[in-house]
């Protein structure tokens, strides 16, 4: 199976390479505990599987890394809750998937990427080899129920009234039951809808009922993933539940980060750094841009020359043949198609201002070509019937500039870095604090005094 590369960054998302001081216990009293903060303990199972579906796809990861970020996802999903209430873990976008689809389907992954074929090898021991036997009510759809229930009634979003919403969880497309389980189980079409992101809403508006089926057909294969997990990995239900704390809380310091503006989404505006990068002051940009002067250069000027060729065969022929040993000046006056190959310099542009750059596209080309570099040829933009050419472009000289202190350029590149880095500054003051106000216990035996 391949690896998911978003397992890898599943459990660890860290904002600074230090490792801050924490008030820690070693202790090797409860063997079954590999670590504890505060009343939450993380199993030995538990962190087992995590650090084997993480090592797959990073070697580098050490046990001791992969505690240390469960714990410090662990302290900041408090802080989380603390800061921004419990809103944080069921709030909805318009676009995306609920968060709870993403916490589904995180533990699905986990347990697919670690025991792919002990679930498969599950399922194939059911009477029918297959989660069919698990179905009670086969899927079933009214065209007419499902049309009434999802159609858009003039509204311009992708969302159902509360009404629909009402009618979408009494209308069941399947029941079924799980081994072991007495009770049956349903499957609304509210059940489907309110997991998907806006593509999964179109396709249900529009009464696609191929997707709503394949949808029904997924969401069985996830309970019994969960099922398995529970009941036939060998993991305790403690176990198992540490898991999905540990997958909450590794969302909840992503939604952390992301509303502090050190971790961006596309769903998402950094308005955390805008409003930073605002109360930056004019002496700590010019600070700032004494301190990081390369960054601000600029070309100023360049002087260049031209090979124009009338075929993309022969412009590759000469360009061969230049980089070979044919002079540059040989090349224009025995192939150039430009008048200026008569020139007293063989095919010069002069020099070609920052301002004069956008006048024209060989110009622009030749602007941002390397200085004593001959260039491979490119062909000229198709305008108005005229005729396509290729240019070969070399640059004799470049002048470097920079930017004026006091630009407009600067401000804003500088002020953006400041607030970054204030941001990072002041994330891992809280994260000092967070870590150092926290009960953490480390298992001795297993981890010894390298974690923190």
């Known amino acids: 199976m391949v690896i998911n590369k978003f397992l890898l960054s599943l459990f660890i998302i860290v904002c600074s390479s230090v490792v801050a001081h924490a008030s820690v216990h070693y202790q090797s009293k409860d063997v079954g505990t590999i670590a504890q903060i505060n009343d939450f303990k993380i199993s030995v199972a538990s962190a087992d599987l995590i650090f084997e579906v993480t090592k797959r796809g990073d070697s580098s990861i050490t046990k001791e890394g992969l505690i240390r970020g469960l714990i410090e996802n662990y302290v900041f999903a408090r802080e989380a809750e603390r800061e921004f209430g419990a809103k944080i873990l069921v709030e909805k976008t318009k676009v995306a998937f609920a968060n709870q689809v993403h916490l589904d389907r995180d533990f699905v992954k986990t347990f697919l990427q670690r025991y792919h074929d002990d679930i498969q090898r599950s399922i194939k021991k059911l009477p029918t080899r297959n989660l069919t036997s698990l179905i009670q009510q086969p899927f079933r759809l009214d065209a007419v129920e499902f049309k009434q229930t999802t159609a858009l009634e003039g509204s311009l979003e992708h969302i159902l009234t509360k009404q629909q919403v009402e009618r979408a969880?009494?209308?069941?497309?399947?029941?079924?039951?799980?081994?072991?389980?007495?009770?049956?189980?349903?499957?609304?079409?509210?059940?489907?809808?309110?997991?998907?992101?806006?593509?999964?809403?179109?396709?249900?508006?529009?009464?696609?009922?191929?997707?709503?089926?394949?949808?029904?057909?997924?969401?069985?294969?996830?309970?019994?993933?969960?099922?398995?997990?529970?009941?036939?990995?060998?993991?305790?239900?403690?176990?198992?539940?540490?898991?999905?704390?540990?997958?909450?809380?590794?969302?909840?310091?992503?939604?952390?980060?992301?509303?502090?503006?050190?971790?961006?989404?596309?769903?998402?505006?950094?308005?955390?750094?805008?409003?930073?990068?605002?109360?930056?002051?004019?002496?700590?940009?010019?600070?700032?841009?004494?301190?990081?002067?390369?960054?601000?250069?600029?070309?100023?000027?360049?002087?260049?020359?031209?090979?124009?060729?009338?075929?993309?065969?022969?412009?590759?022929?000469?360009?061969?043949?230049?980089?070979?040993?044919?002079?540059?000046?040989?090349?224009?006056?025995?192939?150039?198609?430009?008048?200026?190959?008569?020139?007293?310099?063989?095919?010069?542009?002069?020099?070609?201002?920052?301002?004069?750059?956008?006048?024209?596209?060989?110009?622009?080309?030749?602007?941002?070509?390397?200085?004593?570099?001959?260039?491979?040829?490119?062909?000229?933009?198709?305008?108005?019937?005229?005729?396509?050419?290729?240019?070969?472009?070399?640059?004799?000289?470049?002048?470097?500039?920079?930017?004026?202190?006091?630009?407009?350029?600067?401000?804003?590149?500088?002020?953006?870095?400041?607030?970054k880095r204030k941001m990072a500054e002041e994330f891992e003051v809280t994260r000092r604090q967070l870590l150092d106000s926290a009960s953490i216990k480390i298992n001795q035996t297993l981890l010894g005094g390298h974690v923190y």
């Open 169 to 419: 969880k009494q209308l069941i497309l399947m029941t079924y039951q799980l081994p072991k389980k007495r009770s049956i189980d349903t499957v609304s079409l509210w059940d489907i809808y309110s997991r998907q992101n806006l593509q999964g809403r179109i396709a249900l508006h529009q009464q696609n009922r191929t997707f709503l089926e394949k949808q029904t057909s997924e969401y069985l294969l996830e309970r019994y993933i969960h099922y398995w997990a529970y009941n036939e990995s060998g993991l305790s239900k403690n176990d198992v539940d540490a898991l999905v704390e540990m997958f909450k809380d590794r969302f909840l310091k992503k939604q952390y980060l992301v509303r502090k503006g050190l971790l961006v989404d596309m769903h998402h505006q950094n308005a955390q750094q805008t409003v930073k990068a605002r109360e930056v002051t004019k002496q700590e940009i010019l600070e700032y841009y004494q301190q990081h002067k390369a960054e601000f250069q600029i070309v100023e000027k360049v002087k260049a020359r031209h090979i124009r060729l009338d075929s993309q065969e022969l412009a590759d022929r000469v360009y061969k043949e230049v980089v070979n040993g044919l002079s540059f000046d040989a090349a224009v006056t025995r192939y150039s198609i430009s008048e200026d190959k008569s020139l007293p310099v063989p095919g010069d542009l002069g020099w070609i201002k920052n301002k004069d750059k956008r006048s024209s596209w060989l110009k622009g080309v030749a602007f941002i070509q390397t200085e004593n570099i001959i260039s491979k040829p490119f062909r000229s933009p198709q305008k108005g019937g005229q005729p396509i050419y290729w240019e070969i472009i070399l640059v004799e000289n470049k002048v470097i500039g920079y930017q004026a202190p006091d630009s407009e350029g600067v401000r804003y590149e500088a002020s953006r870095h400041i607030a």
